[in-house]
T-cell receptor
């Protein structure tokens, strides 16, 4: 176990709805990264938060947004859900987001969009 | 061209044999490289990290890095059925838009008893 937790475990939504996923980072970690993993593919970087500021973003549209709180937990919000948003959403925490920093993954949230 | 490329497999290996996994990356400036293992339905877990050219050994696992060739590999010695999983190569890339850990598509490994 990495100490990174995510909620909920599974979620079913319909097209056009909005969803919020949550992540609690490992104790002592101030950086959280979010990834989307479609079936049979590697994780795709969505964005990273370091000390409550966005610290990098992948090729995802603005309807993917996030927050990091003072306790370094984080939320991923997705608006106007599309069928292709169905995936495993992973968050990973790390000490300070440096290049040599290991990212530890939570168990993920499986999102299904109908 | 994908930023990080891996053969998707499956790589079928007899129990006790060596599994050899390869990964190439496009960003010549990359400095940090990671191998993760992911069991079906689970999240990735770190196996090894490597930052310098050469070999790094940890138990039955050896990572090899060649920055000039933009190539990183993972060897699994004495493969066990419990090693059957998807292995993800990840490269930390320095980008103007923000640094990011970029994953390959993964290589599925099947260890047959």
């Amino acid at each position: 176990e990495t100490g990174v937790t995510q909620s909920p475990t599974h979620l079913i939504k319909t097209r056009g709805q909005q969803v919020t996923l949550r992540c609690s980072s490992q104790s002592g970690h101030n950086t959280v990264s979010w990834y989307q993993q479609a079936l049979g593919q590697g994780p795709q970087f969505i964005f990273q938060y370091y000390r409550e500021e966005e610290n990098g973003r992948g090729n995802f549209p603005p309807r993917f947004s996030g927050l990091q709180f003072p306790n370094y937990s984080s939320e991923l919000n997705v608006n106007a859900l599309e069928l292709d948003d169905s995936a495993l959403y992973l968050c990973a925490s790390s000490t300070d987001g440096a290049s040599t920093d290991t990212q530890y993954f939570g168990p993920g949230t499986r999102l299904t969009v109908l | 061209q994908k930023e990080v490329e891996q053969n998707s497999g499956p790589l079928s290996v007899p129990e006790g044999a060596i599994a050899s996994l390869n990964c190439t990356y496009s960003d010549r400036g990359s400095q940090s490289f990671f191998w993760y293992r992911q069991y079906s339905g689970k999240s990735p877990e770190l196996i090894m990290s490597i930052y310098s050219n050469g070999d790094k050994e940890d138990g039955r696992f050896t990572a090899q890095l060649n920055k000039a060739s933009q190539y990183v590999s993972l060897l699994i010695r004495d493969s066990q059925p419990s090693d059957s999983a998807t292995y993800l190569c990840a490269v930390y890339m320095i980008k103007a838009a923000g640094n990011k850990l970029t994953f390959g598509g993964g290589t599925r490994v099947l260890v047959k008893p």
